[in-house]
Each structure stands twice: as C-alpha cells, then as structure tokens.
C-alpha cells in the first residue's frame, strides 16, 4: 500500500509513513554486535572482550569453555561479528542434541540414495557455511567415532559426504564450545587427545556469574527492559539489588536472563521492582539471609551475637585476626571457598595478602583435606582455579 501510494502521490506516502514511525520503538538487544554484545564492566569482563577482539582476527578454529549458561554462543556470535566474515552465514549445532547416527550427516552431508530414507541428497552443514562460521555447541559430548572424522576435517580442509566417492574443500571457520573438562576427558578416554589439541590453539575460557558479580546488575538492568518501550526504565530497590549480587546464580547468565524476563513478564505495567517481586522459590527467610544454614549467604548484619558485644570478646578476637597462625588463616581460606564457591591462586594471595608459597601450601593442605579440588580447564595455568567440593 505504501508503495503504491508513493507512486501516486508522494507527498501522501510521506504523511502516511510519519504516522507509522510515531509508534513507540521497543528496546530489543538486536543494537549491539561483536564484543559490545558483551555487558559488564568488572575486569574479567573487559579482559573477555579484548580477547574476542584479538582472537576475531586470527582466523583459526577457536575452542570456547565455560559452565553452563555462561554465553558461549553469544561469545561465539560476538567473534563472527569482529572478524572479517562477519557478512557470510553463522550456523550452530548442538551437538549432544543430535543423535550419533545423524551428527555426521547432518555436518557432512550425505549423496542421494546413499542410505535408507536419502531421497535427495545433503549438503550438510559444513558446505551450507560457504566462508562463514560453524558453531559446534557441547563438542565435549560427541562420540570418538564423530572425533576421529571432525579430527580429518579440521586438519585437511576437507570432507566427504557419505555415499560420495570425491571430497570437497570447506571455507568455513570452526568455533567449538564445552563445559565439559577435556583435559579430564582426554584422560579417561572419552576425548580424542590429537583433536583436543587441535581445537586448543586458541581459546577462550567464559568466568562464571560468580565470579564477576559486579555485572550482575548490570545484566539485570538490561534483561528487565529488554521489550519495554525505549524511554521506560525499569528500577530495582537496593535489598533486591543485595540479593541479586549475592544470590550464585549457579544457571549462570541463562538463569539470571529467565528470572529478570519472568518478572518483567508477571508484571509488565511496572516499573519499580523490590524483592518481593523475585520468584518464591529464590526467597529466603529472614535468618537464612543472616547467614544461618545457607552455602551462600547474604551480607549478614554488622553486629554479633550479644555476648560478642563484650570488650574481652572484641579484643579477642582482633588478636585472631591479625595474628599470623597458620589455622586460623586455613579457617579464612574456607570462609572465602564458602563464599565465593571457586577461586584462583591469585585471588588468594591479593585477598590475604600473603606469599605465595604460603598460599600453595593452604591450597594444597585443603586439597588433601578433601575440603576443595584443583579444576584446570586447559593446560594454561592462567585458566586453573579451585572449587569447593560439594558435600550435599
């Protein structure tokens, strides 16, 4: 109609497209691309965004690791999107969501009549990508048969469709994701060695939620008025704001989008949220916010028990914590595990202040304890880290 108009009368299409374009616009998250599509603004952050700018360019297969929920294939996205093949096809697989059988074909491709059912035939998702990026999502999931075969792949530039007798280059780049530990994997044989190295050139390790809390509200803010009108911002009191910086969130940045999105949705018309707007199940009682009976608990109240109100106690137990006891420093270090759930070897030596040899001693002295266990990512000692073991 708009077009036809235009033909007709100029002037009257220009009328008719101001009154359309009065409509309010709505806020989505389509504004922002490559590394920008990242929101924080904590150190790992920052660092993570410089790294996808970096790694953009290089133009070789690239192996993101992080838990679950972390944004692997926005991390994946974002690297697409800096690099120069940004205007040719993205395309991602799950690859523990389709069955061993079918994996193959389906980044292969297949000829016709090469098997029962193949009317027609495949050309798969390697080819469909031309000179863009294939995303393999959970490639710590796949079966050795489909290692061995993508192992091929990667290094010869080539492959060949089932029930085909030629082989055909492919262009595409190759950005692989798990948040299984392959190194563990590569040691238990449920993960090629040759191909662990190949993906592991290049990598990116994705910090969970925790450990970067001060983008909590930052993400918060901005899956609350994803849909809103551009103009309506939505606001959080401060005793929400406590609690979603406390609360582990250990669904990472997926479950903290679903919770921000189910408020937002429960309650469309509003603007100011508070705690009571947040899901039951995410509600504490007053006292397990205080600290009692809780793995992660909020800030607790500044004052103590009654008794510890005492001058005695007080200057007790500053004594206690200025004092150099190797116990009492352990009982710290645990405190802090407790907290803060995983931790790295710089951490605690910035948080306590102390050598580092010292700090290894504490750290392997727990370790044997049972108390945490070393997690090591990648061969790269800047990605190891420790975690508390879970008792429950």
Known sequence: MWLTESALDPRRAQARASSVNATPAIRTEDRAVGAERIIGDSPLTKTLRKQIRELAS???????????????????????????????????????AVADTLLETELFGHERGAFTGAEKAHRGLFLAAGEGVLFLDEIGDTSPRFQTA?????????????GSSSTREIGCRVIAATNRDLEEGCKNGTFRKDLFYRLQRLHLFLPPLRERRSDILSLAGHFLNLGR??????????????????????????????????????????????????????????????????????????HG????????????????????????????????????????????????????????????ALQKEGFIRKIMPTRSPRTHYFAIVDRL
């Open 58 to 96: 290089a133009d070789a297969t690239i192996l993101v690791l992080g838990e679950t929920g972390t944004g692997k294939e926005l991390v994946a996205r974002a690297l697409h999107e800096e690099s120069k093949r940004r205007m040719d096809p993205f395309l991602a697989i799950n690859c523990a």
């Open 150 to 162: 993508l192992l091929r792949v990667l290094e010869t530039g080539e492959l060949r469709p089932t």
């Open 229 to 302: 009108r551009l103009g309506a911002q939505a606001n959080m009191s401060v005793e929400l704001q406590e609690y979603l910086q406390a609360y582990p969130w250990p669904g990472n940045v997926r479950e903290l989008r679903n919770e921000m999105e189910r408020m937002r949705l429960m309650n469309s018309d509003k603007l100011d949220y508070t705690l009571q707007d947040i899901d039951p199940k995410y509600r504490r009682s007053a006292g397990d916010r205080a600290g009692s009976g809780s793995r992660f608990p909020l800030p607790a109240a500044p």
């Open 305 to 364: 028990p009654p008794e510890m109100e005492d001058p005695m106690f007080q200057q007790f137990d500053r004594a206690l914590r200025q004092g150099r006891s190797p116990l009492r420093r352990r009982e710290t270090v645990k405190r802090l595990f407790v907290r803060f759930e995983k931790l790295t070897r710089a951490e605690i030596l910035k948080g306590l202040k102390v050598s580092e040899k010292i700090a290894t001693a504490d750290l392997k």
